[in-house]
T-cell receptor, first 114, second 109 residues
């Protein structure tokens, strides 16, 4: 009964491929996020959805496309993968988008592009 | 310069020592988060605070809004506290968290 789950945990793929990472939360939260952690362990926000609506879209290549079929799921699709996309991607959720809410993180997906 | 700066970058302590990790930020914030990233990679939220002080077990977080500074203290440190501690500021009027680069803490027995 993991609160925020991601699949897969590890993903190794070649340059040019298209891949998806899935995220699900069973906390009943309204807001979900995707973060990227680079090789220097620095976390950066990529996207945020509130009730299936995109509310944060940082400057990321348009090869990255989030999709939220419902408020419990936020998937990340990446087209034409590049070496620089290798990182750990974390999904997170919070009860709401406004005010101060704690965020609950998934276990991360380590993407390696060869 | 990053909007959120942490110090020190690395910290090694002996079991039982009192630990302090500092976080300074340059933006107006609505809240400040302290996160712990375990050696296995998982991230856990420790505190979220917008004023004053919070305590949970051996962990204490404080924030001084006027000075734009927050500290995370660990009393009676233990090897299981070894992790990376990350400070993140939520910009006022935004839902975006801006992260510090983390402090790697190693507590030796």
């Amino acid at each position: 009964d993991t609160a925020v789950s991601q699949t897969p945990k590890y993903l190794v793929t070649q340059m040019g491929n298209d891949k998806s990472i899935k995220c699900e939360q069973n906390l009943g939260h309204d807001t979900m996020y995707w973060y990227k952690q680079d090789s220097k362990k620095f976390l950066k926000i990529m996207f945020s959805y509130n009730n299936k609506e995109l509310i944060i879209n940082e400057t990321v290549p348009n090869r990255f496309s989030p999709k939220s079929p419902d408020k419990a799921h936020l998937n990340l699709h990446i087209n034409s993968l590049e070496l620089g996309d290798s990182a750990v991607y974390f999904c997170a959720s919070s009860p709401g988008a406004s005010g101060g809410y704690e965020q609950y993180f998934g276990p991360g997906t380590r993407l390696t592009v060869t | 310069k990053n909007e959120v700066e942490q110090s020190p970058q690395n910290l090694t302590a002996q079991e039982g020592e009192f630990i302090t990790i500092n976080c300074s930020y340059s933006v107006g914030i609505s809240a400040l988060h302290w996160l712990q990233q375990h050696p296995g990679g998982g991230i856990v939220s420790l505190f979220m605070l917008s004023s004053g002080k919070k305590k949970h077990g051996r962990l204490i977080a404080t924030i001084n809004i006027q000075e734009k500074h927050s500290s995370l203290h660990i009393t009676a440190s233990h090897p299981r506290d070894s992790a990376v501690y990350i400070c993140a500021a939520r910009r006022g009027g935004s839902e975006k968290l801006v992260f510090g680069k983390g402090t790697k803490l190693t507590v030796n027995p």
